[in-house]
């Protein structure tokens, strides 16, 4: 039997890269898969090209998450992954000394304000089986300083501590609702092309980005699906309130030999 077979299951920005890995994942262990984006011609095409429905949802937006109560107001995973760096629209300044009030609160709008209202309203969607699972998309950079976007590491950092917190005001509750985040590092989406380019020199420009990396190379969006999936699944009933580090070993220290 597939393993998601039948859950309900929601997707925060799932048009491309991550998100839309995990929906298709999903979507392919048996789940009833609603696929959310705010870009509504992107999200559309995705749903469609999965055979899954889609619903347009601005997750800054209170009201947005109001909406799809009333439309879905039962569901047995949330995956909030939507989020940005900043950097959307070019290079912007983000470290402490100099980045503006706005270009801060633009992402923790995002990043932080948008998965707390998920959290709220999948705590909303599954408190009446008194089952569930909320996974949250956090980073690399919410357990480490990344000194030119701070508001980017600030805001994962603290998906990483409300996640934990879901999970035990949950658990207090006397509900089995987990909430656990997901740390991708280096994972290998759309976001990385206009660094990465399409010239002779890609290969070089992809080595250099993770050679810090003790697997020596970028991670796949389907690598992050697969935790996704077993998080969501029934396997993972005794975890809640941890976190997964996807990273090729980054954060383990150094793979090189002793001098």
């Not at 569930?132 to 976007?149: K, T």
């Not at 999970?167 to 207090?172: F, T």
């Not at 290969?203 to 969006?221: Q, S, Y």
């Amino acid at each position: 039997m597939p393993r998601l077979n039948t859950k309900i299951c929601v997707v925060t920005g799932a048009a491309r890269g991550i998100g839309r890995a995990i929906a298709e994942r999903f979507h392919d262990e048996g789940a009833i898969v609603i696929l959310t984006d705010f870009d509504e011609t992107a999200g559309a095409e995705t749903a469609a090209a999965i055979g899954c429905r889609f619903e347009k949802l601005d997750i800054r937006e209170e009201a947005d998450w109001q909406r799809l109560a009333e439309i879905l107001p039962v569901a047995d995973v949330l995956v909030n992954n939507a989020g940005v760096t900043g950097f959307e629209h070019g290079m912007t300044a983000h470290d402490p000394e100099h980045a503006s009030l706005s270009d801060w609160r633009a992402v923790h709008a995002v990043n932080l304000d948008g998965t707390f209202l998920g959290c709220r309203y999948a705590i909303g969607a599954m408190k009446a089986a008194g089952t569930g699972s909320i996974i949250n998309i956090s980073s690399r950079s919410g357990l480490v300083g990344i000194p030119l976007a701070a508001a980017y590491a600030s805001s994962k950092a603290a998906i990483r501590n409300h996640s934990k917190t879901v999970a035990l005001y949950c658990a207090q509750q006397g509900w089995k609702i987990r909430c656990n985040s997901v740390h991708p590092a280096a994972i290998l989406t759309p976001i990385w092309e206009p660094m990465l380019g399409d010239g002779p020199d890609r290969e070089t420009r992809m080595g250099a980005l993770v050679a810090d990396t003790p697997l020596k190379r970028f991670g796949m969006p389907d690598e992050v699906a697969a935790v996704a999936v077993m998080l969501a699944s029934d396997e993972a009933t005794y975890i809640t309130g941890t976190e997964i580090n996807i990273d090729g070993g980054l954060l383990a220290g150094s793979a090189g030999s002793p001098g």
